[in-house]
């Protein structure tokens, strides 16, 4: 069975650094050629996409929120996709989910609502909570 997993959450104060990780387990899903997405949920709000990097050139793309302070990259080799996430704040705290879609699309539109429905893999999440 085909699935991604998240990694890498957990208890940080402000100002301190986490780095996600999303791999993929099972035949068939080569991350290098998906375009991926780091999104990110708060119980009773909707889901935000926070960066993400396209299958075509790793074109990437990130919420004005996180700007400056989290960067997407991958690894082909381990089929990993990482957000090196920096100078976390409180409002930071969310359960974080990496998707991958197939079909090409720029980096910008896989962050919004409309690129998150087209995604076809999900990992169940990771909690990241920040403190103040």
């Known amino acids: 069975q085909v699935q991604l997993v998240e990694s890498g959450g957990g208890l940080v104060q402000a100002g301190g650094s986490l780095r996600l990780s999303c791999v993929a387990s099972?035949?068939?899903?080569?991350?290098?050629?998906?375009?991926i997405g780091w999104f990110r949920q708060v119980p009773g709000k909707r889901r935000e996409g926070v960066s993400c990097?396209?299958?075509?050139?790793?074109?990437?793309d990130y919420a004005d929120s996180v700007k400056g302070r989290f960067i997407i990259s991958r690894d082909s080799a381990q089929n990993t996709v990482y957000l090196q996430m920096n100078d976390l704040k409180p409002e930071d705290t969310a359960v974080y989910y990496c998707?991958?879609?197939?079909?090409?699309?720029?980096?910008?539109?896989?962050?919004?609502?409309?690129?998150?429905?087209?995604?076809?893999?999900w990992g169940k999440g990771t909690l990241v909570n920040v403190s103040s």
């Open positions: 099972g035949a068939g899903l080569t991350l290098p050629y998906y375009g």
């Open positions: 990097i396209d299958r075509r050139d790793n074109s990437t």
């Open positions: 998707a991958a879609v197939p079909v090409f699309s720029t980096a910008q539109v896989m962050c919004t609502a409309e690129g998150y429905g087209a995604m076809d893999y």
